[in-house]
Structures are given as structure tokens and as C-alpha cells.
Nanobody
């Protein structure tokens, strides 16, 4: 089993920054992709971005390209989502997730992810 715990959410003004963390436990994560998703009220879960744990390659959803950055700390089994130039439309619950091990590439569909954290609220005020 894989356990994922997010932290770092909160309230920030538009234009500000936040960094979310996702700490993983339970497996060897070198075989995993880690993804970040978000879900706003009344909307479907949306792909924010992902990272290949082994080599660190990343992929981002169009709404966050150029503003958000994903990184990882292998020693801490932690993935980070650095969010800059935040906008009110970034307000959502943010989740980290992992697909089954050895899943190729960085998947952008939530249906392909089996393990989920509990989510952390990010609110951006205008």
C-alpha cells in the first residue's frame, strides 16, 4: 500500500505563492510517477502536473504552465508543488496521487491514479 499526506495549503492573496508538500510512505517510490490534481466546487478533478520520481521529468497542465513547479526530495520521499502568481481560479482542494508502479509516462487522467492523499485546501483571494 501507498500512503500520501499533503500539507501546505492555506489562504493567499492573488499574485502570491504557496508551496504544497506530499510525503509518501509504504513503498519504494523510484518506480512511481507522482501527480498533483485539484478540484474546485462543482468541477471535475483537474490535472495540475506530475513528476517521474526516478529521473525528475515533469509535465504540467495548461492552466498552470509557467507558474507552478513540481520537484521532489528522494531522501524525504516528498514531492513539492511550488505555486507562484496565484489566481483566484486556482482556488481548489489540491491532491497528490500515484498510479500503479511502472505506469509509463506521466498520466493526466485522474482515473489512472490509484493512490490519493486526503487533499489540502488552497484559497486565493482577489
Amino acid at each position: 500500500q501507498v500512503q500520501l499526506v499533503e500539507s501546505g495549503g492555506g489562504l493567499v492573496q492573488a499574485g502570491g505563492s504557496l508551496r504544497l508538500s506530499c510525503t509518501a510512505s509504504g513503498r519504494t517510490f523510484s518506480r512511481y510517477t507522482m501527480g498533483w490534481f485539484r478540484q474546485a466546487p462543482g468541477k471535475e478533478r483537474e490535472f495540475v502536473g506530475g513528476i517521474r520520481w526516478s529521473e525528475g521529468s515533469t509535465k504540467y497542465g495548461d492552466p498552470v504552465k509557467g507558474r507552478f513547479t513540481i520537484s521532489r526530495d528522494n531522501a524525504k520521499n516528498t514531492v513539492y508543488l511550488q505555486m507562484n502568481r496565484l489566481k483566484p481560479e486556482d482556488t481548489a482542494v489540491y491532491y497528490c496521487a500515484a498510479p500503479p508502479p511502472l505506469t509509463p509516462g506521466i498520466r493526466s487522467s485522474a482515473h489512472e491514479y490509484h493512490y490519493w492523499g486526503q487533499g489540502t485546501q488552497v484559497t486565493v483571494s482577489s
